[in-house]
């Protein structure tokens, strides 16, 4: 199962691809530099049995399980200066090598990439020598040492997304919160649905073949069920009876489903449409977001043709109490003649169904 994080870094002028001095607290505060400082640098890429790959730096993630989530990770790097956030990098299907297990897998990957004459581009900052007390043999002892923690984390090289200008973000549209996390050793673990909005932060003329590739390793990730079943039935709170019941539901089956065929009639809760085979039990509250009991619980669910399940399920639709449909202006005109997305919901909605509906919309839906 695919894990999302937003990762402060710290800020760089050189758009990372050397260390450019900018004052910080902690870490950079004591040395002048970050290890993040050459995440943009052509020379941190290598290739193994023939697949490019982009080695880069931010902190581990304290007790979040990376080690389970081996090239299954999207870290939302940002940085903050001079009061704003910017989003400054992406990685997709990363795997962190910030564990005291992979330490030889570092060190490896400093002597692959020629990481470590790089100390003389951090001794030339003023900043930095400073720090050392313009003691460039003790540096250098130092760098030996810290060297190894500049590659912390690989990813795919066609899954690396590094803006030429950084991206503003808007915190309060992200977690609901005044500004994102700050301090360099802390992250946010955000949804799918979350990663989607900070991607689409990236206005569409500066959207290259890799942020199009990480989009769509999003969205394979956000509809593949098998990892959700896998953690189900791994998990040893859960009773025989119950893991069974999730399973289905997270698979559109079982009592969830027969649920929804009886509340909507067998047919599609808006177009009527009642051919099986093209009818979706789709979570109102996502599966991600909800707990066991939303998870089964029918007035959490529509029945929905498999068009408008995938509109719904990305946010592109939703439905107000009074089950007027609600179209994001995301969907062109064109599309939304197409489709005909017009229709209401068929039958009244239960005030469950519409509590449900309203953290859908406030959550899920794109205005």
């Not at 955000?190 to 769509?216: C, F, K, N, Y």
């Not at 189900?232 to 009592?255: H, N, P, S, V, Y």
């Not at 009074?322 to 064109?334: E, I, L, N, T």
């Amino acid at each position: 199962m695919a894990r999302y994080y937003l990762k402060p870094i710290l800020w760089n002028t050189n758009n990372y691809r050397m260390p450019s001095g900018v004052p910080a607290r902690g870490y950079p505060a004591e040395h002048g530099f970050g290890h993040e400082e050459w995440n943009n640098a052509d020379f941190m890429r290598f290739e193994e049995q023939g697949q490019g790959f982009r080695a880069f730096h931010a902190e581990g993630l304290k007790n979040a399980p990376v080690a389970l989530f081996d090239g299954q990770i999207f870290v939302f790097m940002y940085a903050s200066h001079d009061r704003v956030q910017e989003l400054v990098g992406i990685a997709g299907r990363a795997t962190c090598l910030a564990l005291d297990e992979r330490k030889e897998e570092r060190e490896g990957l400093v002597r692959r990439l020629g990481l470590q004459p790089r100390w003389r581009e951090a001794w030339q900052l003023p900043i930095v020598k400073a720090c050392h007390e313009n003691n460039r043999q003790g540096f250098e002892d130092y760098w030996d040492d810290q060297v190894q923690w500049i590659p912390s984390w690989i990813c795919p090289e066609d899954l690396f997304f590094w803006p030429e200008e950084p991206i503003a973000l808007d915190a309060t549209q992200i977690t609901g919160k005044q500004k994102l996390l700050t301090m360099f050793n802390s992250y946010t673990e955000i949804g799918p649905e979350t990663s989607i909005r900070v991607l689409e932060s990236v206005p569409e003329d500066q959207r290259p073949a890799e942020w199009h590739h990480i989009r769509d390793a999003v969205d394979a990730a956000y509809d593949d069920p098998t990892a959700d079943v896998a953690e189900i039935q791994a998990d040893e709170t859960i009773e025989a009876t119950t893991k069974d019941q999730l399973i289905d539901a997270r698979l559109g089956q079982g009592r969830f489903r027969a649920a929804l065929m009886a509340r909507w009639g067998r047919a599609c809760a808006v177009s009527g449409c009642d051919q099986p085979e093209v009818l979706r039990a789709s979570h109102i509250k996502p599966w991600r977001l909800s707990s066991n009991r939303d998870r089964l619980d029918p007035r959490n669910g529509l029945l929905l043709s498999a068009n408008l399940d995938a509109l719904f399920d990305r946010g592109l639709i939703s439905f107000a109490n009074d089950g007027s449909m609600v179209v994001s202006s995301r969907v062109a005109k064109p599309v939304r003649e197409l489709l005909n997305l017009a229709g209401p919901l068929r039958s009244p909605l239960a005030a469950k169904e519409r509590n449900f509906l309203a953290f859908h919309r406030d959550n899920i839906f794109w205005p």
